[in-house]
């Protein structure tokens, strides 16, 4: 299925999208959230099996489907997948429609930058496409990490071994924040802030660079003219390959992100570093990855799908 999508409407789009309280702004937010709801509800059984992995003790830890299973088996069906999905899905619309409206704003910023040599209604190069979604990561952290901390405290509940032999109550999201913040404050909330900054920031440059030259690359030009007509199916390979290219080399971060937003003491990034790499190598840092790996396609295609498709309802509204 294909739709006329023209360049030049789309980098007045940009331009408008600095001022959040613009029409164009707030649309841009609505489709970034749009595409967060959809890559949650399809990846997150398999971000849940691969938060347990990571987090797991040495002398507990399972395969990925050992634990698919567990998860099936010791609650209900879908709850069992679906552990721990209430802080995505509360926080994919900041998230997400920050780092979406983050990204036009990144592209609105380059054009201008660029004015004087670049003319504005030409396709920006993939270099530009990259620093813009650099750029997306900044504001993205700021409402990313504290939801990054509370959902992986729901994932890992029940899951050490004193927890699992005492029949320990799961706690709500809320009963959780509110105990991080009594205890620790808001440093305590925003633990892994820097880590999970460091992951983002390459993480988002690559993701829209590689989604854009993908998106362009499959995406067929229209018989009687130069610009190219918006293709879901290239949306989706796009998105699936954005998705991939992405994970893999940050994955190590992740996982010690995971560590330090999990411990119930206060680790120092280095000194979790030095205590995964002792207890398996290089390949302590990268568990749960075919999880990943399998989740990246159908989520991150589910994610441009949702995105694009909700920000031409509202621009053709």
Known sequence: MQTSSS????????????????????????????????????????DLIKVRLQTADEAVRRSALDLLKSSLTRESRIRGIYAGVSAPLMGVTPIYAVSFWGYDVGKSLIRKLSSNTYPLTADLSIAQFFAAGLLSAAPMTFVSAP?????????????????????????????????????????SVYRGSL?????????????????????????????????RSLSFLAVSVAGASAGIVM???????????????????????????????????????????????????????????????????????
């Open 247 to 317: 994970l893999i080399p940050l994955f190590p971060v992740d996982t010690v992100k995971s560590r330090l937003q999990a411990a119930e003491s206060k680790p120092r990034i280095s000194s979790t570093v030095r205590s995964l790499y002792s207890r398996g190598g290089i390949k302590a840092f990268f568990p749960g990855l075919g999880p990943v790996l399998l989740r990246a396609i159908p989520a991150n295609a589910a994610a441009a799908l949702g995105w694009e498709v909700t920000r031409l309802a509202l621009d053709t509204s």
């Open 147 to 187: 939801f990054e901390r509370l959902k992986i405290l729901l994932q890992v509940q029940g899951q050490k071994p004193h927890e699992r032999k005492q029949g320990t109550k799961t706690l709500s999201g809320l009963t959780i924040l509110r105990g991080l913040y009594k205890n620790g404050g808001i440093r």
């Open 7 to 46: 360049e030049q409407d789309r980098s007045g789009h940009e331009e408008q999208c600095t001022d959040v309280s613009s029409l164009p702004g707030i649309r841009s937010l609505a489709a970034g959230a749009a595409g967060g709801v959809c890559s949650v509800l399809v990846g997150h059984p398999f």
């Open 195 to 227: 880590v999970t900054f460091a992951r983002d920031a390459p993480d988002s440059a690559a993701y829209f660079a590689t989604y854009e030259y993908c998106k362009k690359r499959f995406t067929p030009k229209k018989e009687d003219s130069t610009k």
